[in-house]
């Protein structure tokens, strides 16, 4: 058995009521414009209302309509974020962009295995 360090879920509209399907839960999150390519990857702790709902239901309200996004359940939030963060550093040699606007503190390093290339459309 593999650990996957990629989110590789199915995107999902950026919309109310694929938002209102979601759980109230601890997790971190990626939204990606409409061709995929990921602007911002964030986490809904514990300060969360109602955990990746209420996250995303700012997303929306601050973005609009016209994105996408995608989850994974998670209470160790916090750690996967710097992880999912490190690895799309390491794929695309750069931060997703709304997340280079105000990098986290002392993000470390990570090297990928080249067996798991980014999927498709996460280029960047």
């Known amino acids: 058995m593999s650990i996957r360090l990629r989110l590789d879920k199915p995107w999902r509209p950026l919309a109310a009521p694929e938002i209102a399907r979601l759980p109230g839960q601890l997790g971190v999150y990626q939204i990606a414009d409409a061709t995929g390519t990921i602007l911002f990857i964030g986490q809904a702790g514990a300060r969360s209302t109602f955990g990746l709902?209420?996250?995303?239901?700012?997303?929306?309200?601050?973005?609009?309509?016209?994105?996408?996004?995608?989850?994974?359940?998670?209470?160790?939030?916090?750690?996967?974020?710097?992880?999912?963060?490190?690895?799309?550093?390491?794929?695309?040699?750069?931060?997703?962009?709304?997340?280079?606007?105000?990098?986290?503190?002392?993000?470390?390093?990570?090297?990928?295995?080249?067996?798991?290339?980014p999927r498709g459309g996460e280029a960047g």
């Open 53 to 117: 709902r209420s996250e995303l239901q700012r997303e929306l309200a601050e973005r609009g309509a016209g994105c996408q996004f995608r989850v994974e359940v998670n209470m160790q939030y916090r750690s996967r974020w710097f992880e999912l963060l490190m690895v799309h550093k390491a794929d695309h040699g750069a931060l997703p962009p709304d997340n280079a606007r105000n990098p986290p503190p002392n993000l470390g390093r990570l090297s990928p295995s080249s067996s798991s290339p």
